[in-house]
């Protein structure tokens, strides 16, 4: 069983458009994460929920909103997409902020051109 | 900010040799992780270790902890190709909510 998916895994689009990226887990976590992975491997924390409520919120542009629906999904909506937005994004779960372990979903690879 | 330096940043050994990583770190925090990413892949958890811990064992992977200088190493013993992958400390800084600050990895290739 897969404990936390995404999907697409694979996302081409142009310049300008918007896009939405969805994240699943079924570990029955209260909080969840986005991270942004670049070219060069280096991992950045985008955004956190925790039971549905954003508790993280780093400087990132306005272009992206997280939705989290219920506490078992974060979606990560994407508008006016640009060329530096390519990387690839992983969604993660833990059981409570802070508390150990996070669990990561496979990746979405976003390719803008 | 970007809070772990890992060294180093790639190495390469043969199967059955030992792999030693080293991660520092600028802040205090609760707890140091480690994770390991195969090409194309999620990231995996290895291992963690809270700030009042020295040392830490896991199967073949031992890791230490040493606040006072603000870094961990992660080894690896008796390698085997299956273990070729990126490796990544993470820390979860106090009073931050759980965010992980990411080092920028060690590629480490076990050759056969």
Known sequence: DTAVSQTPKYLVTQMGN?????????????????????????????????????????TVPNRFSPKSPDKAHLNLHINSLELGDSAVYFCASSQLAGRGEQYFGPGTRLTVT | SQQGEEDPQALSIQEGENATMNCSYKTSINNLQWYRQNSGRGLVHLILIRSNEREKHSGRLRV??????????????ASRAADTAS???????????????FGQGTELSVKP
């Open chain 1, 18 to 58: 918007d896009k939405s990226i969805k994240c699943e887990q079924n570990l029955g976590h209260d909080t969840m994460y986005w991270y942004k992975q670049d070219s060069k491997k280096f991992l950045k924390i985008m955004f956190s929920y925790n039971n549905k409520e954003l508790i993280i919120n780093e």
């Open chain 2, 64 to 77: 230490t902890l040493d606040t006072s200088k603000k870094s961990s190493s992660l080894l690896i013993t």
């Open chain 2, 87 to 101: 490796y990544f400390c993470a820390t979860d800084e106090r009073n931050q909510g759980g965010k992980l600050i």
